[in-house]
């Protein structure tokens, strides 16, 4: 990457958020937040907080892991849950004062799910003037001819979902691929893991496929699923029912967001402290030999005289970052 576009990235830290224009009531001088175009809404001091937040901590994401660079056009899968709209609008403010040149484009898989909204979907992105494709796969049948009656059809429907998602991005000459997961998402991926899988991984902020011709970015991870879910009441964006396909959510899953869920009542950070745990690895304090050579105590591929320089030992404690 050049040092323009790098200089740019860090100027993009101090982006301002400009909710497009709130006209003031002349008799409560309530000031309005824009949730559509030609929408305005009374905002709160904590929504507009909220919304400056939003948008800030996906700037730093993309800028800390270098997830975009001038001249991208980004994919944005939009499922139809929250995520995947706020990213959707989170990257469009961004797109209009960012110091690098990107394009945007929401793309949907319509997988002939008896029920979808997706009328609902397309006329939401119409109003908001995005660029969008709609493709239509009808996995759900396939799913359904494969899968016997009772079993979890979520990772086969996943991969096809996949595969129709990577070709799509290389028809439409994409060049990253945005998914909506945020920091919940994770946490939990990375205790399903080490719960159920007996391995520790999660969800890196950036992905590159097996075939190396694809690049995922999740743009959301520094944000809370309780901030997203906040931000879409208020925007009231046309959600698709939760229990859409009759699957249901994986019980394994359910039971981890349930542990979440009352973490967060009792631990103010449990859940953040675990998301740091994820870019604060410390290879010799764990036993993978692939990645530490116990013999001669260095990292996997570390030259032996910078071994004694780079003791891997973890970063003293900090203070809870406000991103």
């Known amino acids: ?47 507009r907080k909220l919304e400056k937040r939003i948008v800030r901590l996906v700037a730093k994401a993309i800028i800390d892991f270098k997830m975009l660079a001038d001249g991208d056009k980004v994919m944005v899968c939009m499922s139809g849950g929250k995520d995947s709209y706020v990213l959707l609008d989170a990257l469009l403010r ?37 660029d969008y494709h709609i493709e239509y796969q009808d996995t759900y049948s396939v799913v ?20 129709i998602i990577y070709t799509v991005a290389a ?57 997203l879910r906040r931000w879409a009441q208020i925007c009231n964006y046309p959600l698709f029912p939760k229990d859409l396909c009759g699957a249901g959510e994986n019980l394994q899953r359910k039971e981890i967001k349930a542990m979440l869920r009352e973490w967060d009542r009792q631990y103010d950070s449990r859940v953040y402290n675990l998301f740091m745990s994820t870019m604060r690895v410390s290879p010799s304090q764990l036993a993978d030999k692939t990645l ?8 996997i591929g570390q030259a032996p005289d910078k071994a004694d320089a780079a003791a891997d030992s973890p970063e003293p404690p900090q203070e809870k970052e406000d991103f």
């Open 144 to 163: 359904q001819k494969l899968i016997p009656d009772g079993r979890n059809v979520c990772s086969l429907c996943a991969r096809l979902r996949r595969g």
């Open 1 to 47: 990457m050049s040092d323009t576009v790098q200089e740019s990235y860090a100027d993009a830290e101090r982006i301002r958020v400009k909710p497009g224009k709130m006209p003031k009531s002349r008799v409560t001088h309530t000031k309005l937040i824009e949730v559509a175009p030609g929408e305005h809404v009374p905002a709160t001091v904590a929504m």
């Open 94 to 130: 961004l797109q209009k004062r960012a110091p690098i040149r990107f394009s945007v484009v929401a793309v949907h898989i319509a997988q002939g799910i008896p029920g979808a909204p997706t009328e609902k979907l397309e006329e939401w992105l119409k109003m908001k003037g995005a």
């Open 171 to 227: 028809r439409l000459g994409c060049t990253k691929i945005a998914l909506g997961h945020q920091m919940d998402d994770v946490v939990s991926t990375l205790l399903l893991n080490m719960f159920f899988g007996s391995g520790i991984k999660a969800m890196p902020p950036v992905l590159r496929s097996d075939d190396k011709k694809n690049v995922v970015i999740r743009p959301l991870i520094y944000l809370r699923e309780h901030e």
């Open 292 to 299: 530490y050579d116990f013999e001669n105590f260095r990292r």
